[in-house]
């Protein structure tokens, strides 16, 4: 029976050092990497086929989310959205150093939303809200839902008449965007 105990001890002790160890073909990542320092808790092991996924698409899946990422690209150049909801609000924008708003809303949108500013697409509809005042980098707006985030070179003007409101811009970023991911260069950082 004594003898059955250290085994047992014996095999735990063993598959518990074999958890602490990195899987066989495995790195930590290089922030720890030759560091007298032990990661912290919340560093995982990474595996070399996942660090090299996580470097970029290879050629074939690049290929293959080309002609989407363009599609995106056009969708990104212009703002053009429907509000239904209560408020009354006006606002204008020549970049984000040079926009006014002022009033209050909460609608629900429908149509194209603009630049996207991350990977994944936005949808064409959805609620938001928006009031307070803004003058250039002066924001004392309280914002909510979907929206309206809008590019920091956007060009464009907003207006809500009590339950009808309408908001359109153009982002010259985007158009640049569109012309350099023509050569495969992502200068907005948006592309699948």
């Given at each position: 029976?004594?003898?059955?105990?250290?085994?047992?001890?014996?095999?735990?002790?063993?598959?518990?050092?074999?958890?602490?160890?990195?899987?066989?073909?495995?790195?930590l990542s290089a922030d720890f990497?030759?560091?007298?320092?032990?990661?912290?808790?919340?560093?995982?092991?990474?595996?070399?086929?996942?660090?090299?996924?996580?470097?970029?698409?290879?050629?074939?899946?690049?290929?293959?989310?080309?002609?989407?990422?363009?599609?995106?690209?056009?969708?990104?150049?212009?703002?053009?959205?429907?509000?239904?909801?209560?408020?009354?609000?006006?606002?204008?924008?020549?970049?984000?150093?040079?926009?006014?708003?002022?009033?209050?809303?909460?609608?629900?949108?429908?149509?194209?939303?603009?630049?996207?500013?991350?990977?994944?697409p936005r949808l064409p509809f959805?609620?938001?809200?928006?009031?307070?005042?803004?003058?250039?980098?002066?924001?004392?707006?309280?914002?909510?839902?979907?929206?309206?985030?809008?590019?920091?070179?956007?060009?464009?003007?907003?207006?809500?008449?009590?339950?009808?409101?309408?908001?359109?811009?153009?982002?010259?970023?985007?158009?640049?965007?569109?012309?350099?991911?023509?050569?495969?260069?992502?200068?907005?950082?948006?592309?699948?």
């Amino acid at each position: 029976m004594r003898l059955r105990a250290l085994i047992t001890a014996g095999l735990l002790a063993a598959s518990m050092a074999a958890c602490a160890s990195a899987p066989k073909g495995a790195r930590l990542s290089a922030d720890f990497a030759g560091s007298t320092t032990p990661p912290p808790l919340n560093v995982a092991w990474q595996d070399d086929e996942a660090a090299e996924a996580d470097e970029g698409h290879g050629f074939v899946v690049g290929a293959l989310l080309y002609i989407p990422s363009r599609i995106f690209d056009v969708f990104d150049i212009v703002r053009a959205r429907v509000r239904v909801g209560p408020g009354i609000a006006i606002g204008a924008r020549a970049t984000e150093l040079a926009d006014v708003f002022v009033g209050t809303y909460a609608t629900i949108y429908v149509g194209l939303p603009g630049p996207r500013g991350r990977v994944t697409p936005r949808l064409p509809f959805g609620l938001e809200s928006k009031s307070g005042a803004e003058v250039s980098v002066a924001d004392v707006t309280l914002e909510a839902g979907l929206g309206p985030d809008y590019g920091e070179f956007e060009f464009g003007a907003g207006l809500q008449l009590l339950i009808v409101g309408v908001d359109i811009g153009v982002d010259p970023w985007e158009i640049l965007d569109l012309v350099t991911g023509l050569l495969t260069i992502d200068i907005a950082d948006d592309d699948f």
